[in-house]
């Protein structure tokens, strides 16, 4: 029997792992566009082609921007390197779960308060607890109410 070497077992774990990929896109200055991609892989035969999962930009952007570049800083992506024209870099999963959940439960707020507290809870949580919130606003009927009763979690007083 022959025992695999640790390169090609780092690279069939990558092969079988759901891929991500984050697109940013400038529409002009002081305009970026970030979006949250699931690209298709052995991990996840129902996707046929690139699946958005999520994506923020203007004023709730700017608001979140500093944990959205110290997420992506330490996944070793920089926004201000990738070209105008939208092309993506590679995420590892769990900065994938939890940006793809921080827009989505951010694009439609307006309270600056409950924006803060949303994006904190939303940072303290694991990874599976992110997993589980995003797969419930991705893959349920209404994903408004899933995002609502998250927001009202994450931001009641009488916790």
């Known amino acids: 029997m022959r025992v695999p070497s640790r390169k090609e077992d780092l690279s069939m774990i990558s092969r079988t792992q759901p891929q991500y990929e984050l697109r940013a896109r400038r529409h002009g200055p002081g305009d970026t566009e970030i979006e949250i991609w699931q690209l298709p892989s052995l991990a996840t035969p129902q996707i046929a ?13 700017e608001l ?3 944990r ?3 997420r ?6 920089r926004l201000d390197l990738l070209p105008i024209e939208g092309m993506g870099s590679a995420l590892n999963e769990e900065t ?4 793809a959940l921080l827009f989505r439960t951010l694009a439609p707020m307006r309270n600056r308060d409950n924006m803060r507290l949303v994006a ?3 940072e303290a949580m694991g990874k599976e ?12 009927k209404n994903p408004r109410r899933v995002l609502t009763a998250l927001r009202i979690l994450l931001t009641d007083p009488t916790k």
């Not at 994938?96 to 940006?99: E, F, I």
Request: hydrophobic content about 40%; cysteine-free; glycine content about 16%.
């Open 49 to 61: 082609g690139p699946l958005r999962l999520a994506g923020l930009r203007g004023r709730n952007l």
């Open 64 to 66: 979140t921007e500093h």
């Open 68 to 70: 959205v570049l110290r």
């Open 72 to 77: 992506l800083k330490e996944s070793g992506i």
């Open 96 to 99: 994938a779960l939890r940006l």
């Open 120 to 122: 904190d809870g939303i």
């Open 129 to 140: 607890e992110a997993g589980y919130w995003l797969g419930m606003s991705v893959h349920r």
